[in-house]
């Protein structure tokens, strides 16, 4: 038998899974060779601009397009009465169940460009376009909009207040969803029990998702086929045709969607947004490709925010700090049109995700959705995972204080432990795995938690306050879907593999790459991936939730499967040998007890050229494979952060963060702790920075980077990371999901901190973001 030689095995070893494989596509990306969407020009095109609204609540009287049109350049200008009498439908956002009083909920169906009325400052209400976008861009600013101004309301619980303006007259009381989850009698009676209640108002603020890449679409019509081609950003090309050719009411086939590099999305481009519609009336109309790339300013106004939720939270706890129910309560801001799950973030995300780590008998949650004159809301990086952590991690954090008990203790004393998995939680997921004590325990050491005391002695004697905090977290990744697992022998000797999860900064390439060579020695240069092409696509979940490794990287393993099963049959062909008596080791099929054998990618040249082999024989070694919806799993981990506050400017400063997470099996972990910093970073910038303020009109005070801060550079700190893996039970691959993590971890670790530090001058409460104005006047309330 013949062995596989050296180099070959260091070769393996070199891009085996667990190694920190760089990723392939950087030096393309690094030297400017990248492929976004606003690089590509096709021939004949024409540019859109759209026009949005100015005011943020409105009784639309008249849109005057004359003067527009007769513009030089223009080609065409549109409103939504024109894309109205083309019979195109709606962008809804997904559906839920029923309110708690058993009705559905209230929809806001969001049209192309506004009818009626104006409901936010940024509501798109007309397209122009022109030969060139500064001509487009001139003529809209032409267009003469009547507008007939309303009152406007921007946070939800003044939404929800008693005469607060009325937003749809189909929603009354702006109350869009009512959710109600847990056993109300049973959470009563444990809080009626109870020795200690910790109750805390929480406000979690709205953030800007701030990609790199603004959305950008270039889209192209052709006539004969009735068919559309759609360049853009996605985070799932195979959703997103889904999601046009609805909206657009033609078959899907008469959609293709195409997707080159995209530049950030968070959760903000998975779903479709009303420019898109726009740009496939226009394609088609004008018979010319039509492209539209949204500036900067208008990414503030017109993308989809995140967070906003005003929470009350409440832990009861008996004499010994043990925890027998917790209730939440939200008001979320959906903002003016409900985007994308916007409605499942403060019910079903906080629901599956506010226990975290922790035994807890009972549970309640209730949220309300509201309709502002906000820009829509959406998911933003979680997607509800973080704040439901914040909310447990802060209530855990208080309660420690209340009760005089210690909050390491009082964390160790709640754990779920090892040998309940599975465990059957109150918010109706099953835990199959975690370690959460051993997860604590090495965050303690990591921090250096012994070596507090005198790092605060220090930062006092220069005059800081110094404060330590740490956050337990555990989230629940997104529910799975189908999801396929192509892989292709091409006719230039490479691999590619075929998959629907979407790469938009997470480096899918190399794990993807890793995962196959793994299964069937492939060498990791021959390997390449293909993701954003529909017309490829016979299934695909797109990338969100923290899922793309467990449905993805599963599908392909299981790919490879299929394809070791065709390679035997067609190796005992080649090699004139029984099928049971074929092997596959490291690359190769060959006899069993011989040396006689034939390498894979050979064999699969062998099958293309078509040669003399008996009947019944594999004519290729490609499969189009599509796995079933895998269950969700539970990432967690525990970060301590350390920060330093300027008592005289309000000024914080995260001067230490470290991190240990629980990933189960870790594919390549180079990628993993970028992801973490990356969540790590938006988390500090949510805790501190970012505010996107309203004024009593609806008008955003924070439209550009000079006026929303985010973190930079020296706003961040080293981030520590470790692991601590337990491998979860639910994938082929062991895997649980890293994207998301870092915010959850993030974002309570650092208020927590900031509250330490502040605690000893009588700070009691401190909101997201701990602006350094925030501090500065809760500091000087305290000494009053």
Known sequence: MAPVDAATSLEFARFAVGQPVRRSEDPRLLAGRGAYTDDLDLPGQA??????????????????????????????????????????????????????????????????????????????????VAETRMQARDAAEAIELDVDVLPAVTSGSAALAPGAPVIYDQVPGNLQYDFRFGDEAKVAAAFAAAAHVTRLEMDINRVVVCAMEPRAAVVAHDAATGRWTVHMGTQGVFGMRAGLADVMKVPVEQVRVLTGNVGGSFGMKAGVYPEYICLLHAARALGRPVKWTEERQASFLSDQAGRDHEVVGELALDRDGNFLALRVSSIGNMGAYAGNYAPMIPALGIQKNVIGVYRTPAIEVLARCAVTNTSPMGPYRGAGRPEGNYVMERLVDAAAQEMGIDPIELRRRNHIRPESFPYVAPNEMTYDCGDFGAVL????????????????????????????????????????????????????????????????????????????????????????LLQGDSDELLAGGGTGGSRSMMMSG????????????KG??????????????????????????????????????????????????????????????????????????????????????????????????????????????GGVAQGIGQALLENPVYDENGQPLAGSYMDYAVPRAADLPMIGFASHPVPAKTNILGVKGCGEAGCAGAMPAVINAVLDALRPIGVRRIDMPATRQAVWEAISRARM
């Open 568 to 677: 035997r049959a067609a190796a005992s062909a080649v090699l004139e040998a029984a099928v049971a008596d074929i092997e596959f080791v490291e690359g190769r099929f060959r006899i069993v007890g011989t040396d006689r054998g034939i390498g894979l990618l050979e064999l699969a040249g062998r099958l293309r050229s078509g040669g003399r082999l008996p009947e019944g024989t594999p004519d290729s070694l490609d499969v189009r494979h599509v796995d079933g919806a895998v269950p969700s799993a539970f990432p967690n981990g525990c970060h301590v952060a350390e920060v330093e506050v300027d008592p005289e400017t309000g000024v914080v400063e995260v001067v230490r963060y470290d991190s240990v997470n629980d990933f189960g099996t870790i594919v390549n972990p180079l990628l993993v702790e970028g992801q973490v910093h």
């Open 47 to 128: 540019h859109a601009w759209i026009l949005r609204s100015p005011h943020a609540h409105g009784a639309i009287r008249s849109i005057g397009t004359d003067a527009a049109r007769a513009m030089p350049g223009v080609l065409a200008a549109w409103t939504a009465a024109d894309l109205d009498a083309m019979g195109y439908g709606e962008i809804r956002s997904a559906p839920m169940g029923k309110n708690r009083d058993g009705t559905p909920m209230r929809e806001t169906p969001r049209p192309a460009l506004a009818r009626g009325k104006v409901r936010y400052v940024g509501d798109p209400v007309a397209i122009v």
């Open 441 to 528: 325990d090495k965050a303690i050491v990591a921090s250096d938690w012994n070596g507090f005391a005198l790092r605060r002695e220090e930062s006092r004697a220069r005059g800081r306050l110094r404060g330590r905090g740490v956050a337990q977290f555990l989230e629940v990744t997104a529910a799975s879907v189908k999801e396929m697992g192509g892989i292709r022998f091409d006719a230039d000797g490479g691999v590619t593999m075929i998959t629907g999860t979407l790469d938009y900064g997470q480096g899918h390439a190399t794990p993807f790459a890793q995962v196959l060579a793994a299964r069937l020695g492939i060498p990791f240069d021959r390997i390449r």
């Open 554 to 565: 599963s599908a392909i393993a299981h790919a490879a499967e299929k394809v070791i099963e």
